[in-house]
């Protein structure tokens, strides 16, 4: 059974940092890409970062490059989420996916609240 666990969400002010972390389960990590999305209510779920296997390739939404990093340790099976400079408009649930060939796996999501 193939889980993936998110945490380090919470509430900080504009300007603050914070890092998520994802674990993953069930699966043979070092084969699958990692991203992580996020989504507010009513919206679509949209790309944040994602992260090759081998974590050579790294891409990043327009919204946040210059900001998050996105990092991966396939000894821990974690893929995780460097988010700095954060804005009221980063607050959403952040969702970490794994896939070879679209997204396959997702987690359940941790919320990332950002106050001004």
């Known amino acids: 059974q193939v889980q993936l666990v998110e945490s380090g969400g919470g509430l900080v002010q504009a300007g603050d940092s914070l890092r998520l972390s994802c674990v993953a389960s069930?699966?043979?990590?070092?084969?699958?890409?990692m991203g992580w999305f996020r989504q507010a209510p009513g919206k679509q779920r949209d790309l944040v970062a994602r992260?090759?296997?081998?974590?050579?390739?790294?891409q990043y939404g327009d919204s946040v490059k210059g900001r998050f990093t996105i990092s991966r340790d396939n000894t821990k099976n974690t893929v995780y989420l460097q988010m700095n400079s954060l804005k009221p408009e980063d607050t959403d649930v952040y969702y970490c996916?794994?896939?070879?060939?679209?997204?396959?796996?997702w987690g359940q999501g941790t919320q990332v609240s950002v106050s001004s």
């Open positions: 992260i090759t296997s081998g974590g050579g390739i790294k």
């Open positions: 069930g699966l043979t990590f070092n084969i699958y890409g």
């Open positions: 996916a794994a896939g070879i060939q679209g997204w396959k796996y």
